[in-house]
C-alpha cells in the first residue's frame, strides 16, 4: 500500500468535524510515522501558505520537490493540503501536536523543517511571514538557532551560503571540527538513516539535496576558499 493509500484510510478515519490536528495524536511509532511525517510537511505548508481555495501549481511544484507524488496521488495530497487550510486549528497548535508525535525523535523534526523550507521556496521567493513562521515552528519543535540558520543557508538564495553555516559552525572552528560535521551530517542524511527516523521513502529528494549542499560546503572548506 502506497503512503498515499495509507493516508487517505487515515483520512477516511476521521469522525465528522474532526480536523487534521486530531491525527497528530495518533501516529506514535514506525511505520504510522511516515504518515505521520508526510501529514505533518503538506499540513503546516497549507497554514504557511495563507491561501485559500485549491492548491496552487506552485504548490504542488514544492511537494513534488519534497514526495514522490504520482498523477494518480495528487487528489489526495490536494485534499490533506485544502483540510488544514480550512481546519480551524492554528499552526502553533499543529506544531505543539507535531512535536508531541516526534517525542524523541528530534532528527525527523529538523527533516520536517527542510521541507517546509522546500514548500517557502516553491515561488522562488522567502517572504517575511514564511520567515517568521518557519521561527516560531522550529522554536516550539525545540530546534536550536545554529540548525536552523544551517537549513535557512541552504534555500534562501539573498547571497551565497555560508558554507559554515550550512555545517552548523562557527567561522572559528577549525578545518578538523569541520570535517566531523560534515562526516556527520553525511551520516544523518543517509536515506536509510532518514527513513529510520520516520521521513518516508518517497520523500529521498531531502536527502539528494542535502547531501549536494553538505558536500559543497566541505569542499570549500578543505580547500580553502573561504
Given at each position: ?217 566541505w569542499e570549500a572548506i578543505s580547500e580553502g576558499r573561504v
Amino acid at each position: 500500500m502506497s503512503i498515499w493509500s495509507r493516508i487517505l484510510e487515515a483520512l477516511s478515519a476521521l469522525r465528522a468535524g474532526e480536523g487534521l490536528s486530531a491525527l497528530f495524536d495518533r501516529f506514535r511509532t514506525p511505520p504510522e510515522r511516515s504518515v505521520a511525517f508526510t501529514i505533518a510537511v503538506i499540513a503546516l505548508g497549507a497554514k504557511m501558505a495563507k491561501a485559500d481555495g485549491l492548491v496552487t501549481r506552485d504548490e504542488v511544484t514544492a511537494f513534488r520537490e519534497v514526495f514522490h507524488i504520482g498523477a494518480e496521488d495528487e487528489a489526495g495530497a490536494a485534499r490533506v493540503f485544502d483540510l488544514a487550510r480550512k481546519d480551524v486549528a492554528g499552526f502553533e497548535d499543529y506544531a505543539k501536536r507535531i512535536r508531541g508525535m516526534f517525542e524523541g525523535g528530534e532528527d525527523a523534526l529538523v527533516d520536517l523543517v527542510e521541507g517546509l523550507f522546500h514548500i517557502a521556496m516553491a515561488d522562488g521567493e522567502y517572504h517575511p511571514h514564511e520567515d517568521a513562521f518557519l521561527e516560531r515552528v522550529a522554536d516550539i519543535f525545540e530546534i536550536g538557532d545554529p540548525c536552523f540558520r544551517r537549513l535557512k543557508a541552504r534555500f534562501v538564495p539573498d547571497a551565497e551560503p555560508d558554507p559554515w553555516d550550512v555545517l552548523g559552525l562557527d567561522h572559528a572552528a577549525s578545518v578538523d571540527e569541520a570535517r566531523a560535521a560534515w562526516r556527520a551530517l553525511v551520516r544523518e542524511t543517509h536515506p536509510d538513516a532518514m527513513v529510520a527516523r520516520g521521513v518516508p521513502e518517497e520523500a529521498v529528494k531531502l536527502a539528494e539535496k542535502r547531501m549536494i549542499a553538505i558536500n559543497r560546503a566541505w569542499e570549500a572548506i578543505s580547500e580553502g576558499r573561504v
